[in-house]
């Protein structure tokens, strides 16, 4: 069953598309069937890894590749820029410059690409270079839609490509590729997958013999980004703390291709026996590292919750000045927690106020009566309400101090990352034991959560859904939810499509 859903899962992704703070920026890679070694901040230069088929024969590159993005209103400009070696004698150096116009529809958001200008390509292989072809046209079309979810966004294209290449003899090469890509984009982690096939056509002259062959290639490529925690021990004892968070953003792509090209006779000319290429490329960017700040929480060591506490500490999603592990979460401090786990903006009440008074001469007013706006957990409270990820309890009521329950955190949780829709309609069944116990409002996000791996039940097999939460028992919830962002996303994009 988990299979299944996980399928309903990444079905879902590939029908979506994004645009909130970009962390794994799609098209890192280019479109041109090779892989980077991902996006880093403040970095435009990449390790680039790419395999040339128009010899008849696999010819793996590698080098640099510069990217370099501008964005004027509803125009984005995009220019590649690849500098790529294969040993002593082969190099290839290609530009190439897009033009997207970008449309905004509701929480969607459709990409539109094109070539800019004419790309400018030289490669050579041995003793042949093979220039893009004067006399032919070199055509890109490209469109992806995002979808913005709270926590995360997902997108999907696709693409299609022709290109000939005018080589030695006379000889002319047309390059035919059409690619899909999905992927999703947020702070923890983001992946990136591209299918393309791609067929081959060459026409030439060798000796008095007219040569000609055509060839067919399938590459799949997964790239991936994740800020990954690691607890470091200090050795000398003779220092103020014990030890602290590392978190390291890892950046891996990898590449697989398979290949159908003809074998070559002595002289050079293609037989009609067809030779299949199968390999592997892979990439990893070299990592970026950042020590997070040590809390003081040694009144908890110990404890079973003492990891999860000690991480959302480190990463400032709690901030509390003493935690209190069996004290209940109150539904605003768990709006604020949510908020910070998500990493989503916040507008603070000053800013919020001000802006309100600059553009509509007004004062800001509050969703909720019970939460005015100068509540100390309103900002979040207020995130919450305008992206429907947290709603009221009724008749224009928040009820901040209310105790959170199990099923409310769930419900939140599948709401961030916008998989309502997954569970069964109009609904779902859960395994657990009490699942007559869950509300009607609450029984598919508590499906898809169980499928995907965010709870479980007790021992016996209850879920105890109407249960309050203490603040240990929310500390786990938080830090598996980012652990799944983190960790578990990735991990169905890349063993789905690529085969180890």
């Not at 200008?117 to 003793?127: A, C, K, L, Q």
Request: hydrophobic content about 30%; proline content about 4%.
């Amino acid at each position: 069953m988990k299979k299944k859903i996980c399928s309903f899962l990444v079905l879902l992704m590939i029908l979506l598309n994004t645009s909130f703070p970009a962390y794994g920026m799609p098209g890192v890679n280019g479109y041109q069937g090779g892989i980077s070694s991902g996006e880093v901040e403040g970095v435009q230069t990449y390790d680039y890894k790419e395999v040339v088929f128009i010899t008849g024969e696999p010819v793996v590159y590698s080098g640099q590749l510069v990217v370099v993005r501008s964005t004027k209103t509803d125009t984005e400009t995009t220019t590649y820029r690849y500098n790529l070696t294969s040993g002593e004698n082969n190099r290839l150096t290609r530009t190439v410059v897009l033009e997207t116009k970008i449309e905004e529809k509701s929480n969607q958001t459709v990409r539109k690409t094109i070539l800019k200008s004419r790309p400018v390509e030289r490669i050579t292989i041995g003793d042949v270079v093979y220039t893009l072809d004067t006399l032919s046209t070199v055509d890109f079309s490209m469109s992806t839609i995002t979808d913005r979810r709270p926590a995360c966004d997902y997108f999907a294209g696709n693409w299609n490509s022709k290109k000939t290449y005018s080589g030695g003899n006379g000889r002319l090469v047309t390059v035919t590729t059409t690619g899909k890509n999905y992927g999703y984009d947020q702070y923890w982690g983001s992946a990136e997958v591209q299918e393309i096939s791609m067929s081959i056509e060459s026409t030439g002259q060798i000796g008095n013999e007219q040569d000609h062959w055509t060839g067919m290639v399938d590459i799949k490529i997964s790239s991936s980004t994740s800020k990954q925690l690691i607890y470091m021990n200090n050795r000398p004892e003779e220092i103020s703390f014990e030890g602290g968070y590392l978190q390291k953003q890892q950046n891996n792509s990898i590449l697989q291709y398979t290949a159908y090209l003809p074998e070559f006779d002595s002289r050079g000319i293609s037989t009609d026996r067809i030779v299949k290429y199968k390999d592997e490329l892979s990439l990893q960017s070299f990592p970026r590292q950042e020590r997070l700040p040590v809390p003081d929480l040694k009144k908890i060591k110990g404890h079973w919750y003492e990891k999860d506490v000690k991480e959302l500490y480190s990463l400032e999603v709690l901030d509390d000045n003493e935690f209190v592990p069996n004290q209940y979460m109150t539904r605003a401090e768990f709006a604020k927690a949510v908020v910070k786990a998500a990493k989503m903006p916040v507008e603070e009440n000053n800013n919020r106020q001000q802006g309100r008074r600059n553009n509509r001469k007004e004062q800001e007013v509050s969703p909720y009566l019970d939460v005015p706006t100068n509540h100390a957990y309103y900002p979040y409270i207020r995130t919450l309400y305008d992206n429907g990820t947290m709603t009221g309890t009724g008749n224009n009521n928040f009820n901040p101090d209310g105790i959170i329950t199990r099923v409310e955190a769930l419900t939140i949780f599948i709401r961030l990352m916008g998989f309502e829709s997954i569970a069964p309609n109009p609904t779902a069944v859960t395994l657990f034991r009490d699942n007559d116990s869950i509300p009607d409002w609450g029984r598919n996000s508590v499906a898809v959560a169980s499928y995907i791996g965010l709870v479980k039940g007790d021992d016996y097999g209850y879920l105890n859904p109407n249960q309050p939460m203490t603040k240990a028992e929310a500390a786990a919830f938080l830090n598996r939810f980012i652990n799944y962002m983190r960790y578990d996303i990735i991990k169905d994009y890349r063993d789905r499509v690529m085969t180890y």
